[in-house]
């Protein structure tokens, strides 16, 4: 990033032509934005899009996979919303509440960026009785703040029904459920993420039936995890998909199928 930075900003110097600014170009004409911040926001971008949606994904696949109840309802809610003649569309997602339900469910559970992107504060400040130095870098326990037992009954149980009915959303207003932070230093690939979430689980709920391989049921999935940029899957979920709705539903939105 420093190379990118330092790269960008002789070209700026060196250019006399009025070329069309991209994100990097706003940041860095922006006098009260660092270039630590600048890198760190540009972190935040990069990570949203590169492994927490799919790893979100594959966490949710994996949690209806060990839970055969709440796939059925899944798809009955897909069938009865979508039916059985067209494919999922995006703007099917809004009228979809279990699926959203399911979504939540799974970022409250399987956070995939555990404790956040580094805060830091620019002054001194008290929080819950604890004095914060200024300059000092703060970490928040996300993956802790969502399974708080106080909050949430039963808090290792993987359960989308908790949020029907329920006010609590993932957008940073409740504190009780933070998956992509609050405030100013959300992040700043929610709203994408949340509909990649969202339109790729009912897709594929929706479109095809998914069964484990030969000799194996729900109570063989496993949910190890491995830690990196994200808290993701440890291993391969390794499943069987085939076509669930008639042909022509696939061949009408240009899907090429063969041998399902």
Known sequence: MDSIIDNRLKENSNSKSNTEEDLLDVLLAMSNVSRVQVKVLLLDIISAGAETTPDTIVRAITELVRHPNIIERLQSELDDVIGKERLVEEADLNNLEYLQAVVKETLRLHTVVGLGIPHFSTEATKVSGYDIPANTQVMLNYYAINRDAKVWKNPLKFDPSRFLN??????????????????????????????????????????CPISLPEGLTHLDVDVEEKFGMTVARGNPLNLLIKRRLPLDVYRRAGLQLSGV
Not at 191 to 201: F, R, S
């Open 166 to 207: 329920s006010p609590v959303d993932v957008r940073g207003h409740h504190y009780v459920l933070l998956p992509f932070g609050a405030g100013r230093r959300r992040c700043p690939g929610m709203n994408l993420a949340l509909v990649n979430v969202a339109y790729n689980i009912a897709q594929l709920i929706h479109a």
